[in-house]
């Protein structure tokens, strides 16, 4: 199946929905190319709404927007829409509980060579801490779709990151198994248990096809929905494995890592491993480059959790 990148299908969710409700407006900070949004501008531009480089009015005015009965996407980078807004984000679209869905692009390092200043690596922590705001780090296009075409039927604020480039689907056309707020068994086993999110997912799947062939079988948790985090689902695959190891493109602290050794501390005490970017700023390359260096890869992954057996 061909690469699609999450923010596009995003972007052709909104417009096929936009044909008959007009109440979608989608708003972006000088954003709209790197959001794959042009087509949206284009077709609708009575429900398009371009702020500028301004990314703190971007939140406000579609938390306005929202007050007045529309359906606000916001979307700009993640970097920028998780640190330089985060006051909007907690006041006017959380506390506010308006209608505002947060679409961080180009998250985790994305933006590779562009360095610290463009990364996103503490967006699971922070989004996260905001009573009322919903995260997700959805893991392809297909589970993409899902996941939008769900939130478009609440009227609930919630932030979704998703990576700036095309990515190896998870799943299968016509096979994408769905529940929002649910996160999804992408492989089970007795031995380990992998959780991931985002595009962690896949080289998590992967480091399970590479453990089998060594007689070790662990389950691929897809954890799409970090809050509400999916805690039975946790219990689930830690109950019936010897050790964990999460997966995220996050720093090391209070992302996913941090909130599954919390559930599985105080549920079923088993040994975790995390896996993470370094808390220091990330050395430069692209996505690819930059995992490669960390161990956030299938082989990196595989070792782990072999590293975790050893020690359980």
Do not use: W
């Amino acid at each position: 199946m061909a690469k699609t990148a999450n923010k596009q299908m995003i972007c052709e969710v909104l417009m096929e929905a936009a044909k008959t409700d007009k109440d979608i407006v989608a708003l972006c900070s000088d954003s709209r190319g790197s959001g794959s949004f042009t087509p949206f501008a284009e077709t609708y531009p009575e429900q398009f709404v371009e702020t500028g480089i301004a990314e703190q009015n971007l939140v406000s005015i579609a938390a306005g927007l929202a007050k007045c009965g529309k359906k606000a996407y916001a979307v700009s980078p993640a970097c920028f829409l998780s640190t330089r807004s985060y006051e909007q984000c907690k006041i006017d679209a959380a506390y506010s509980n308006t209608n505002v869905k947060l679409i961080g692009i180009s998250g985790g390092v994305s933006y590779g060579a562009l360095g610290m200043s463009h990364h996103s690596a503490q967006d699971i922590a922070a989004m996260s801490a905001i009573p009322n705001m919903r995260v997700y780090i959805p893991s392809d296009h297909l589970q993409t779709r899902e996941l939008t075409k769900a939130l478009l039927k609440d009227e609930k604020p919630a932030y979704v990151r998703v990576g700036r480039n095309a990515v190896n689907p998870v799943y299968e056309e016509g096979n994408v198994p769905f529940e929002m707020d649910k996160a999804t068994f992408v492989a089970r086993g007795g031995d380990a248990a992998i959780i991931a999110c985002g595009e962690m997912v896949g080289p998590a799947k992967a480091a399970a096809a590479l453990l089998e062939k060594d007689g070790i079988r662990a389950t691929v948790l897809d954890m799409y929905c970090l809050k509400p985090l999916d805690t039975a689902a946790i219990v689930e695959a830690a109950t019936h494995a010897k050790a964990v190891v999460t997966v995220e493109e996050h720093a090391p602290f209070g992302g996913l890592g941090s909130m599954v050794a919390q559930v599985v501390g105080r549920e079923c005490p088993r040994r975790v491993l995390a896996m993470s970017l370094p808390d220091a700023p990330v050395v430069t390359g692209t996505s690819r480059e930059v995992f490669d260096t960390y161990g956030l890869n299938a082989e990196g992954i595989a070792a782990k959790v072999k590293e975790a057996l050893e020690t359980a």
